[in-house]
């Protein structure tokens, strides 16, 4: 069982940044596809943004709107979300997740929120 840790949340005011962590002891987490998910209360989950094995990332456009960007540290088995220009509709708890097939496909498997493991979360609440 692939354990996921995230952090990084918190509270920030409408038009800060925050820059999201998840790791894992898992060394093979770096053939993986990684991804973030959002939740919102009383709203269904969001696809984020995934990451493949080879760099090769996607995000919900329409969500990011350019302010997110995903990416990878493979010495570290870890996995980041940088948001910035972060609106208060960006609260949620944010959940880091991973797919054993590092490929496009699993890119494309991700954006459905077919993973194979999640994390916990981590709020992010965006509020002045």
């Known amino acids: 069982q692939v354990q996921l840790a995230e952090s990084g949340g918190g509270l920030v005011q409408p038009g800060g940044s925050l820059r999201l962590s998840c790791v894992t002891s898992?060394?093979?987490?770096?053939?993986?596809?990684m991804a973030w998910f959002r939740q919102a209360p009383g709203r269904e989950r969001q696809f984020v943004a995934a990451i493949g094995e080879s760099g090769s990332s996607t995000s919900d456009t329409n969500l990011v709107k350019g302010r997110f960007t995903i990416s990878r540290d493979i010495a570290r088995n870890a996995v980041f979300l940088q948001m910035n220009n972060l609106e208060p509709e960006d609260t949620a708890v944010y959940y880091c997740a991973a797919l054993r097939d590092g490929t496009k496909f699993g890119l494309t498997r991700a954006k459905f929120g077919n993973m194979d493991y999640w994390g916990k979360g981590t709020l992010v609440t965006v509020s002045s």
């Open positions: 898992e060394q093979s987490i770096n053939t993986y596809t």
